[in-house]
C-alpha cells in the first residue's frame, strides 16, 4: 500500500486520502509559499539611511548666520558667515565697488540692497519685506558710489481669446 507523510502532524497516512486521519490536514490545499521578510527589510532600512543622509546635510547646511560689517577704517565691508563646522568670510574694499543696487520685487524678498563690485561679482547687503530706501542711500553715502535702481517687476501674461 503507498503511503505519505502529513506535513501538519508527520503522521503516516494513505496515498489516496484527501484528508489526514489524525489532524485531518487537507491534501488538496494548495500550500502558499511565504516570501522571505528580508528583502522588505533591507529596502526600509536602505530607504530609511537616504532619508537620514538627506535629513543631515539639510540640517548641517541650514545653520548658518549671516554678519556684514562696514568698516571705514579700513574702508571695507566684510561680510561673515558661520556655518557649524567653519567660517567664512569675504572682504570687499569700497575701491573694488561699482555700484550700489537697490531691487525692487526681487525674490525672495520683494527689496533688496546689494554690492556690486569691479569683477561683476554680486553681494546682497540686506533683504526686506519692507522698502531699504533708506539702507541703500546710506550704503551709498559711506561708500560714495551711485544707487543703481532695478525694478524686477513680470506683468502676468495677457491671454487673449480670439
Not at 107 to 131: C, I, L, M, N, W
Request: overall charge positive.
Amino acid at each position: 500500500m503507498n503511503t505519505k507523510i502529513c506535513p501538519n502532524c508527520n503522521a503516516d497516512v494513505p496515498g489516496v486520502a484527501n484528508l489526514c486521519k489524525h489532524c485531518f490536514h487537507d491534501f488538496n490545499m494548495v500550500i502558499v509559499k511565504q516570501k522571505s521578510p528580508l528583502f522588505t527589510i533591507l529596502f526600509l532600512l536602505l530607504g530609511m539611511s537616504i532619508v537620514s543622509a538627506i535629513a543631515f546635510g539639510y540640517m548641517h547646511g541650514a545653520h548658518k548666520s549671516s554678519r556684514i560689517s562696514v568698516d571705514e577704517e579700513t574702508k571695507s565691508i566684510v561680510f561673515t558667515t558661520k556655518y557649524a563646522d567653519r567660517t567664512e568670510a569675504d572682504r570687499i574694499y569700497f575701491k573694488d565697488i561699482t555700484t550700489i543696487e537697490y531691487v525692487k520685487n526681487a525674490r525672495p524678498r520683494p527689496f533688496e540692497v546689494a554690492v556690486v563690485t569691479t569683477k561683476g561679482d554680486r553681494y546682497v547687503y540686506k533683504q526686506s519685506v519692507d522698502p531699504l530706501d533708506y539702507q541703500a542711500l546710506q550704503l551709498s553715502e559711506v561708500i560714495g558710489k551711485p544707487i543703481s535702481e532695478k525694478d524686477n517687476y513680470e506683468a502676468p501674461a495677457v491671454i487673449r481669446k480670439p
